[in-house]
């Protein structure tokens, strides 16, 4: 059996409980080593077989799950935040699927999650945005034309880029060509929830040089919106006037 664990953000106490006991009893773990912290590996057992797929190719991760399926071992592939983005689980699943090993995902804390957590910020404010997109700027991988950020920033939604902070540049300007205003807040979080996180707070027009100054250009989430600023009306949840399934309004 195979589990693909998700990690959390960075802090070691931000892996699920069921992550943590997969740990304890894998025999075999397979770790993204470029952003999974390492003190995880602390909870593994002795003699647990440990290796950094960072240095890795998938046909290699997946040579050492079929041996230690072979070898009637458990495994642990642990994920930075949670699998199911940015973490290339499917192509690993489906040559699961035709090697007919079993597998289950147990999710994680996501890092988009942990940097909304950083700053104490939400991103579905009422009469703000009740919309996130988690996307990221083209790099070397493409993103699909239909989705590039200035049609994406149209919506004025709450938005969270990963893996961009080397292309802060050419973000800024994409957002403010699809329709932003040079002044709408950004917040830079740095290994949110590692003891080194970084909060950094500017606009998408001084967005570039805030990431130039202060040397940012990995690990690092980009939020984008109006949800960093200081105007939102009231949820209709906690309103006294308003009567839901387990609250009536107060003047009913
Ligand atoms: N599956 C992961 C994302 C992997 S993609 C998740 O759910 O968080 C890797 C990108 O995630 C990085 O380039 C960075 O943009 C972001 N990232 C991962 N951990 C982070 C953290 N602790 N703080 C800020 N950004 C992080």
Partial sequence: MIYFVGAGPGAVDLITIKG?????????????????????????????????????????????????EAENKMTVRLHTGDPSIYGAIREQIDLLKELNIEYQVVPGVSSFCGAAAAIGAEYTLPDVSQTVIITRMEGRTPVPEREN????????????????????????????????????????????????????????????NTMKINKINKTALILVGNFLGNEYKRSELYNPAFTHEFRKAENE
């Fill in 149 to 208: 950020i200035k049609s994406l920033a149209a919506h004025k939604s709450s938005m969270v880029l990963f893996l961009s902070s080397s292309l802060a540049e050419e973000l800024s300007k994409e957002l403010i060509a699809g329709g932003y205003e040079l002044e709408t807040p950004v917040a830079v979080i740095y290994k949110a929830t590692w003891p080194d996180e970084k909060v950094f707070r500017c606009t998408i027009e001084t967005l570039p």
């Fill in 20 to 68: 943590q006991k997969l740990l304890s009893v894998a025999d075999v773990v397979i770790y993204a080593g470029s952003l999974v912290n390492p003190e995880l590996l602390n909870y593994t057992k002795n003699g647990c077989e440990i290796h950094n797929s960072a240095h890795m190719t998938l046909e290699e991760v997946i040579d050492k799950i079929k041996k230690a």
